[in-house]
């Protein structure tokens, strides 16, 4: 039990706000509601007149209001995070809530504006320097002008979502809290939530793992035709938007998915298509992890399986929070001096959240204070080695940010396509340092085995919910589906990508998996396999530009909110992301990781 003694630190949040109660809070909040106020006021103003000062004002008073409210809104989450019990913080978020409903429709008429105005009133709009830093965001908004209701179409659209498209999504969390597990351990059956049910999911055991996922599905099933509706209603009303949106040009389903990731529909061509063509590595890589664990195909319960633990020497060190964060701190700067000093300013300024606590949220998430532009490190660190990855992860996720901080606010919005850049590069950066030094074969299988299951997670898993979704909704435009007409269409996806290397598949899993019920996005999955391609990529780089590597790197982060990444990587990689060969050799090298992993089992004789 000597690992349960290691953790990380407690996070200093009183840089932000010393409490709840601290003056300043208060003096924001009021700031932020009186700058509505004034938002309103104006807002009747540009209707009427079509002013571009007034959309210029409107402009700055927004950007200043959602600062403020974003700030309050972060720093009650972080204290959420720590202890779900803490009702304080849950009034004031409760609170916040009209705020940012406010904030939401207050910011319309200027989205209105911005979208319908013609070239001469945007190029106007955009003279002045500070409103024409938004100037990306604004075309990139304008690019769909085409697709936009009336401004009354658009307000009651937001006003009905509250009740309408995201009450489907809070049914499905609150499902989640209900659903029971019945999982039969060795020692008799035990009935769990899902919380503990999927931790069972990381177990060394494969039964347990096998019984963990049993459990989960049969507890889904029980809510399977509210789960259904759930996807069928979610799906139906984008559709029916998508129509309703579709006067002049004709949009699709992917639309929303592909403009908010900024990437277009040829990129996510390439890219898939390369995922298809790369699928037997993928399959490889699988296989190899089933020999490991003794068996032929993997299972649905083993995508979060553990490496087995070696006979001789098998043991697993805690390792302690500063020895981890030195770590880091020495793989980052081999990259730059400058990323060592950043990761250590992190650690001494406080601003991560290491500890183990009772009350404490699982996950782990990098933040950001808007009004002081400072990062915070979300997690819960108990030594293990996965711990030190997902901290590595997240304070790349810091640094994208930390580089970003003298940017106006108008060019730190990225896509998610692009938002797992600096992360998933910290993460690699630090495996491949531990793969280095590692001292012992199960250190050098750990590290192995955990990026083995990132490739066939993002090679194989992901594609497999992108083909679902991608079928489900070409369905859907005829007519709601079944549970078991969704299982069946689930179940032919996992089989379509995992192939031979599969050893049962996962029929449950379009109830099971949280991303297809979410209200606020469709197709949340593609974004993460360019996410942890496109960030291979940038990593593969670092050996052909050398030296100039670095400050191209910061270059290309800085530009995250402000270009497409089709135009990102031509600009910082001399790559074109809409040809699949950018795609293959990024796989290729990946191909090379998988013949490492058989040779560590080969050695080790797994
Ligand atoms: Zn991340």
Known sequence: MGSQLVQGPSWRLSDMYESLSDPQMAIDLKRARSVLDRVETLNGQLV???????????????????????????????????????????????????????LSVLS???????????????????????????????????????TRLSLEQEALVKRLAQDG????????????????????LADGVRTLGLAQSATLMSSADDSVRHAAWRGINEGWGAHRESCAAILNALAGGRIEMCDERSQKVAVGFL??????????????????????????????????QARAYGKVGVGPWDLRAPAPVLGEGGTRAAIPFEKAMEQIASAYGEVDASMADFVRMMG???WIEGSVGPNKRPGAYCTGFRKSREPRVYMTYSGGASNVITLAHELGHAYHSWVMRDLPMSQTNYGMSLAETASTFGETL????????????????????????????????????????????????????????????????????????????????????????????????????????????????RALFGDTFFPRYVALLRDTGRMTAEDLALKHLDEDITDPSFWMSIIKRLELRVDAFETQLDEVGL
């Open 255 to 288: 639309d929303d998915s592909l403009h908010a990731s900024r990437i277009s529909q040829k990129t996510l061509d390439a890219l898939m298509t390369v995922a298809r063509e790369a699928r037997p590595i993928g399959q490889r890589a699988a296989k190899l």
């Open 348 to 350: 001494e300024k406080g």
């Open 48 to 102: 009427e007149f079509q002013a571009v000062d007034v959309a210029q004002s409107l402009f700055r008073l927004l950007e200043e209001s959602s600062t403020l409210l974003a700030t309050v809104s972060v720093y009650g989450r972080c204290l959420i995070s720590v202890d779900g019990q803490n009702d304080e913080a849950l009034k004031v978020l409760g609170r916040l809530e009209t705020d940012l409903k406010r």
């Open 108 to 146: 319309e008429p200027l989205s209105q504006f911005v979208d319908s105005a013609d070239d001469a009133t945007m190029t106007a709009y955009l003279s002045a320097p500070d409103v024409g830093a938004s100037r990306f965001q604004v075309e990139h908004a304008r690019s769909r002008r085409h």
């Open 165 to 184: 498209v995201n009450a489907w999504g809070k049914l499905y969390s609150q499902l989640s809290g209900m659903v029971r597990c019945d999982v039969e």
């Open 430 to 541: 630090v495996r491949d340092a531990l793969l280095r030094q590692s001292e012992s074969a199960q250190d050098r299988l750990d590290m192995l085995w955990a990026e083995m299951s990132a490739f066939t997670g993002f090679t194989l898993n992901i594609p497999t919910r992108f083909e679902f979704e991608s079928r489900f909704y070409e369905a859907r435009k005829e007519r709601p589906l079944r549970p078991a007409e969704l299982s069946t269409m689930m179940s032919e996806s996992w089989e379509t990508w995992y192939g031979d290397a599969l050893a049962e598949p996962d029929p449950m899993f379009w109830a099971s998996k949280l991303h297809f019920s979410m209200s606020h996005m469709s197709f949340y999955n593609f974004p993460y396999l360019f996410g942890y391609l496109f960030s291979l990529g940038v990593y593969d780089k």
